[in-house]
C-alpha cells in the first residue's frame, strides 16, 4: 500500500527536475541568441551606415564597408574579453555590481577612444609593417582585412572558452602573420616590433612594481598603525589627489591634445594643481566619513570605495584610448587607401565615424558578453578588497596611459594581471614568516625555518593563484603565433578569391 504514495512523489519529483532542466536549457538559450542577435544587427547597421555615406570612394566603398563590418566584429570581441581587466578589481572589491561596472566602463571606454585612441592606431595601422612598393593597393587592403578578421576570430574563440586573452597579442601577430605572407619577412619593420614586445616584457613588471608600491605605502601609512581613522584621515587625501594627478597630466598630453597643445611646463603646473584641488576637496569628505566609521580594516577598507570607482573608471578611459586601435587600426589603414589618389603611401587620417565604430562596438561588446569575465578576472586570481583593488586599477591605468603616450600598443591584459599579482605577492612578502618567529601556539613554534616547511606556511603563501602563471605563459606564447597563423590562411584565402 505504501509503495504508490512513494512512486507518486518520485513521479513528482522526476517532473520537477524535468521542467527545471528546461527552464534552465531555456534560459541559457535565451542568454546565448539575445546577445547574439544584438550583435548582429549593429553589424549590420555599421556595414548599412558606412556602405550608404562614403560617396566619395567610389568603387571603393564595398572594401569599406566590409572591413567596418569586420572592425566592428573584432571590437565587440575587445569589449567581451579585454575590457574584464579593467573593471574586474572594483567587482572583485566588492565595491561595484557587474551592472554598475558595465556602465562605467561603457561610458569612459567610449571616451577614451574618442578622445585619445589616435596615436595608437597609427602604430597599429602602418608601424608594424612597412608595405612601401613590394605590395599593391589590393594585397595591403587584403593584408589588414586577414589580419583584423582572424584576430577578431581568435579572441572570440578564447572569449567562448572563458580565457582572457591579450587583444593587442591578437592584432599585431595578426598584421604581421598576414605581411609575412603578403610579402615575406622583409615586410615587417622589425624596430617597431622590436618596440612593441619590449613593451609586452616591460608594462606587466612596471604594473607589479607599481602596484606593490601603492599597497607597501597604504599597509604602512593606514592598515599597519594603531589609530587607522587618523592615518586614513591623512593619507586617503594624498591616494585621491595621485589619482586625480595621474589623470589630468595623460588630459593635457593626449585627452585634450585634438584642441589644446600645451608645454612640458603646462602639463606639470596643471597635474599638480589637481593634485591639490583633489587633494584639499577631498579631506573634508574623508574627515565626515571616518566620524561614521569604527578603527576596524574592515571600516577603513570602505574609505577607499570612492577612489577605487574613480580608478576604475581612469582605466577604462586608458584602455579606451590603447585598445581601440586593435579593433579600427587595420581599417583605418584601408579607409586611408580608398578614393581618388589614396595608396598605400597616403598618410593615416582618422575618421570620426572610425573611431566611433571602435569606441561602441567595444561599449556593445562589454554590455552584451562581458558580464562573465569580469567576474572571472575580479574574483579568481587572488582575493581583493577596496584598498588592494584600488592599487590595482591605479596602477594598471598608470602603465597603460604612460604607454599610450608612447604610442605603444601594451597588453592590457598583462598589466592587469602584472598588478594583480604584483599586490598578491607583496602581502606574501609581508606576511612570510620565515621573517620572523612564528605566532604563539602554532606546532612548529622552534624557528623560522620549521616553519617555512609546515603545511601552515604554505597556505599563508598561497595568497595567488599560481595557475595563472601558465594563463598567462599560454598568451604569450600561443596568441602571437595562432593569430598569425590564422591571418596567413586568410590572407591566402583573401587572393585565392
Same mark, same amino acid.
Request: charged share 15%; proline share 4%; net charge positive.
Given at each position: 500500500?505504501?509503495?504508490?504514495?512513494?512512486?507518486?512523489?518520485?513521479?513528482?519529483?522526476?517532473?520537477?527536475?524535468?521542467?527545471?532542466?528546461?527552464?534552465?536549457?531555456?534560459?541559457?538559450?535565451?542568454?546565448?541568441?539575445?546577445?547574439?542577435?544584438?550583435?548582429?544587427?549593429?553589424?549590420?547597421?555599421?556595414?548599412?551606415?558606412?556602405?550608404?555615406?562614403?560617396?566619395?570612394?567610389?568603387?571603393?566603398?564595398?572594401?569599406?564597408? @566590409? $572591413? #567596418? +563590418?569586420?572592425?566592428?566584429?573584432? &571590437? *565587440?570581441?575587445? !569589449?567581451?574579453?579585454? =575590457?574584464?581587466?579593467?573593471?574586474?578589481?572594483?567587482?572583485?572589491?566588492?565595491?561595484?555590481?557587474?551592472?554598475?561596472?558595465?556602465? @562605467? $566602463? #561603457? +561610458?569612459?571606454?567610449?571616451?577614451? &577612444? *574618442?578622445?585619445? !585612441?589616435?596615436?595608437? =592606431?597609427?602604430?597599429?595601422?602602418?608601424?608594424?609593417?612597412?608595405?612601401?612598393?613590394?605590395?599593391?593597393?589590393?594585397?595591403?587592403?587584403?593584408?589588414?582585412?586577414?589580419?583584423?578578421?582572424? &584576430?577578431?576570430?581568435?579572441?572570440?574563440?578564447?572569449?567562448?572558452?572563458?580565457?582572457?586573452?591579450?587583444?593587442?597579442?591578437?592584432?599585431?601577430?595578426?598584421?604581421?602573420?598576414?605581411?609575412?605572407?603578403?610579402?615575406?619577412?622583409?615586410?615587417?619593420?622589425?624596430?617597431?616590433?622590436?618596440?612593441?614586445?619590449?613593451?609586452?616584457?616591460?608594462?606587466?613588471?612596471?604594473?607589479?612594481?607599481?602596484?606593490?608600491?601603492?599597497?607597501?605605502?597604504?599597509?604602512?601609512?593606514?592598515?599597519?598603525?594603531?589609530?587607522?581613522?587618523?592615518?586614513?584621515?591623512?593619507?586617503?587625501?594624498?591616494?585621491?589627489?595621485?589619482?586625480?594627478?595621474?589623470?589630468?597630466?595623460?588630459?593635457?598630453?593626449?585627452?585634450?591634445?585634438?584642441?589644446?597643445?600645451?608645454?612640458?611646463?603646462?602639463?606639470?603646473?596643471?597635474?599638480?594643481?589637481?593634485?591639490?584641488?583633489?587633494?584639499?576637496?577631498?579631506?573634508?569628505?574623508?574627515?565626515?566619513?571616518?566620524?561614521?566609521?569604527?578603527?576596524?580594516?574592515?571600516?577603513?577598507?570602505?574609505?577607499?570605495?570612492?577612489?577605487?570607482?574613480?580608478?576604475?573608471?581612469?582605466?577604462?578611459?586608458?584602455?579606451?584610448?590603447?585598445?581601440?586601435?586593435?579593433?579600427?587600426?587595420?581599417?583605418?589603414?584601408?579607409?586611408?587607401?580608398?578614393?581618388?589618389?589614396?595608396?598605400?603611401?597616403?598618410?593615416?587620417?582618422?575618421?570620426?565615424?572610425?573611431?566611433?565604430?571602435?569606441?561602441?562596438?567595444?561599449?556593445?561588446?562589454?554590455?552584451?558578453?562581458?558580464?562573465?569575465?569580469?567576474?572571472?578576472?575580479?574574483?579568481?586570481?587572488?582575493?581583493?578588497?577596496?584598498?588592494?583593488?584600488?592599487?590595482?586599477?591605479?596602477?594598471?591605468?598608470?602603465?597603460?596611459?604612460?604607454?599610450?603616450?608612447?604610442?605603444?600598443?601594451?597588453?592590457?591584459?598583462?598589466?592587469?594581471?602584472?598588478?594583480?599579482?604584483?599586490?598578491?605577492?607583496?602581502?606574501?612578502?609581508?606576511?612570510?614568516?620565515?621573517?620572523?618567529?612564528?605566532?604563539?601556539?602554532?606546532?612548529?613554534?622552534?624557528?623560522?625555518?620549521?616553519?617555512?616547511?609546515?603545511?601552515?606556511?604554505?597556505?599563508?603563501?598561497?595568497?595567488?593563484?599560481?595557475?595563472?602563471?601558465?594563463?598567462?605563459?599560454?598568451?604569450?606564447?600561443?596568441?602571437?603565433?595562432?593569430?598569425?597563423?590564422?591571418?596567413?590562411?586568410?590572407?591566402?584565402?583573401?587572393?585565392?578569391?
Amino acid at each position: 500500500m505504501s509503495s504508490t504514495p512513494r512512486k507518486t512523489e518520485n513521479r513528482y519529483v522526476n517532473d520537477l527536475r524535468r521542467f527545471s532542466f528546461v527552464q534552465s536549457q531555456t534560459g541559457l538559450l535565451k542568454s546565448v541568441t539575445v546577445p547574439l542577435g544584438l550583435s548582429v544587427v549593429f553589424l549590420a547597421v555599421v556595414g548599412i551606415y558606412v556602405g550608404s555615406t562614403q560617396e566619395s570612394l567610389g568603387e571603393d566603398w564595398l572594401i569599406v564597408a @566590409i $572591413a #567596418a +563590418v569586420v572592425g566592428g566584429y573584432m &571590437a *565587440l570581441n575587445i !569589449g567581451a574579453n579585454d =575590457v574584464a581587466n579593467n573593471m574586474g578589481p572594483a567587482v572583485g572589491g566588492r565595491v561595484l555590481t557587474v551592472a554598475g561596472a558595465i556602465l @562605467i $566602463a #561603457a +561610458v569612459c571606454e567610449s571616451a577614451g &577612444a *574618442l578622445l585619445a !585612441g589616435g596615436d595608437v =592606431v597609427k602604430t597599429v595601422s602602418k608601424g608594424i609593417i612597412s608595405p612601401g612598393g613590394s605590395v599593391t593597393v589590393g594585397e595591403f587592403r587584403d593584408l589588414m582585412l586577414a589580419a583584423l578578421f582572424a &584576430a577578431a576570430l581568435w579572441i572570440n574563440l578564447a572569449t567562448i572558452l572563458n580565457a582572457p586573452v591579450s587583444t593587442t597579442h591578437s592584432i599585431v601577430g595578426g598584421v604581421l602573420g598576414a605581411g609575412i605572407a603578403a610579402a615575406g619577412f622583409g615586410l615587417v619593420n622589425w624596430t617597431t616590433m622590436g618596440a612593441i614586445a619590449a613593451s609586452w616584457v616591460i608594462s606587466p613588471v612596471f604594473g607589479a612594481l607599481c602596484a606593490a608600491a601603492i599597497l607597501f605605502v597604504i599597509k604602512k601609512k593606514i592598515l599597519f598603525v594603531e589609530d587607522r581613522l587618523s592615518a586614513a584621515k591623512t593619507w586617503v587625501p594624498v591616494m585621491i589627489g595621485l589619482m586625480a594627478c595621474a589623470f589630468a597630466a595623460y588630459m593635457a598630453m593626449k585627452g585634450l591634445k585634438k584642441i589644446w597643445h600645451p608645454s612640458l611646463v603646462e602639463i606639470v603646473l596643471y597635474a599638480v594643481a589637481a593634485f591639490l584641488i583633489a587633494y584639499f576637496l577631498s579631506r573634508p569628505y574623508i574627515a565626515r566619513r571616518v566620524l561614521s566609521l569604527t578603527n576596524s580594516r574592515k571600516d577603513v577598507y570602505r574609505l577607499f570605495d570612492v577612489p577605487l570607482i574613480a580608478g576604475a573608471a581612469l582605466l577604462s578611459f586608458a584602455h579606451g584610448a590603447n585598445d581601440v586601435a586593435n579593433a579600427v587600426g587595420p581599417l583605418a589603414a584601408i579607409v586611408s587607401t580608398a578614393g581618388e589618389g589614396a595608396g598605400i603611401e597616403s598618410k593615416v587620417t582618422i575618421p570620426l565615424w572610425v573611431m566611433a565604430i571602435g569606441a561602441f562596438g567595444i561599449a556593445f561588446g562589454l554590455g552584451l558578453f562581458g558580464p562573465k569575465l569580469i567576474a572571472v578576472v575580479g574574483e579568481k586570481i587572488t582575493r581583493l578588497n577596496s584598498p588592494r583593488s584600488y592599487c590595482v586599477a591605479l596602477s594598471a591605468a598608470i602603465t597603460v596611459l604612460i604607454a599610450t603616450t608612447l604610442g605603444l600598443p601594451v597588453s592590457s591584459t598583462h598589466i592587469a594581471v602584472g598588478a594583480v599579482f604584483g599586490v598578491g605577492f607583496l602581502r606574501e612578502f609581508l606576511e612570510n614568516p620565515n621573517k620572523r618567529k612564528v605566532r604563539p601556539g602554532h606546532k612548529l613554534n622552534e624557528t623560522a625555518e620549521d616553519a617555512f616547511n609546515s603545511k601552515d606556511y604554505r597556505s599563508v603563501r598561497r595568497l595567488v593563484r599560481r595557475n595563472f602563471v601558465l594563463s598567462i605563459a599560454a598568451a604569450w606564447i600561443v596568441t602571437v603565433p595562432a593569430s598569425a597563423l590564422l591571418a596567413a590562411g586568410v590572407y591566402a584565402l583573401l587572393r585565392s578569391l
